[in-house]
């Protein structure tokens, strides 16, 4: 399985933390060990990473249009990054 590492720039990294079970949701039917997380220096960056359970239903989720807007309204700004490792 691969473990995917996402980073990106809040405006809100509170709302972000605080909205961490909606992300578990909306990711449970194509990864597990989700987990949130925002730089504690205070840069306003924040991450998630999570094990992939179905890479090809994945990538469409990230890079659907309302995950993405998805991510604005848990209080991210940047477009995001992705790391994978295997």
């Known amino acids: ?3 995917l590492i996402v980073t990106l720039r809040a405006d809100d990294p509170k709302k972000w933390m605080e909205n ?3 992300r578990v ?3 449970k039917h194509v990864a597990t060990d989700v987990c949130s997380y925002m730089d504690p220096a205070g840069s306003g960056h924040v991450g998630l990473t999570m ?3 179905d890479q ?3 990538n469409e ?3 659907s249009d309302e995950t993405i807007q998805r991510m604005r309204n848990h209080g991210g700004a940047g477009e995001p990054k ?3 490792s295997v």
């Open 1 to 3: 399985m691969l473990k």
């Open 51 to 53: 094990t992939v359970t």
């Open 56 to 58: 090809t239903a994945l």
């Open 25 to 27: 949701e909306s990711l």
């Open 61 to 63: 989720v990230l890079m």
């Open 20 to 22: 961490h079970e909606n």
């Open 82 to 84: 992705f790391l994978v």
